[in-house]
């Protein structure tokens, strides 16, 4: 079964940058769109960024604009999250998701049907 492949999660300070990676399949990476979300114990998993990577749309949740950059390599079909600025509530494993059902809301969760394994994330001094 295809699925994303997430890499680039570790821990860092308040403040520094970090970059996560997701690898897909062309057929995956050839659907409508993907997008970065994140999870932390006992809450539900939080859209935080979209790119529609035939069209290069992104969209950001509020608490990461400003902060958080996503962007795709064609040639790779690789879809990235730059974060800067990093703060612990950052703190999560970060899931990329893709094949997004048209017309479903992008930071829906269960708008996708496919789903990486996910890759740790934390912010702290």
């Not at 300070?13 to 769109?33: H, I, N, Q, W």
């Not at 979209?50 to 958080?68: E, L, N, P």
Request: aromatic letters at 10%; charged letters at 20%; proline letters at 3%.
């Amino acid at each position: 079964q295809e699925q994303p492949v997430e890499s680039g999660g570790t821990s860092v300070r308040p403040g520094e940058s970090l970059r996560l990676s997701c690898a897909v399949s062309e057929r995956l990476y050839s659907t409508t769109c993907m997008a970065w979300f994140r999870q932390v114990p006992g809450k539900d998993r939080e859209g935080v960024a979209m790119i529609c990577t035939r069209a290069g749309v992104t969209s950001y949740a509020d608490s990461v604009k400003g902060r958080f950059t996503v962007s795709q390599d064609n040639a790779k079909n690789t879809v990235y999250l730059q974060m800067s600025g990093l703060k612990p509530e950052d703190t999560g494993t970060y899931y990329c998701a893709a094949d997004k059902r048209a017309g479903d809301t992008w930071f829906h969760s269960s708008a996708y049907n496919s789903w990486g394994q996910g890759t740790q994330v934390t912010v702290s001094s």
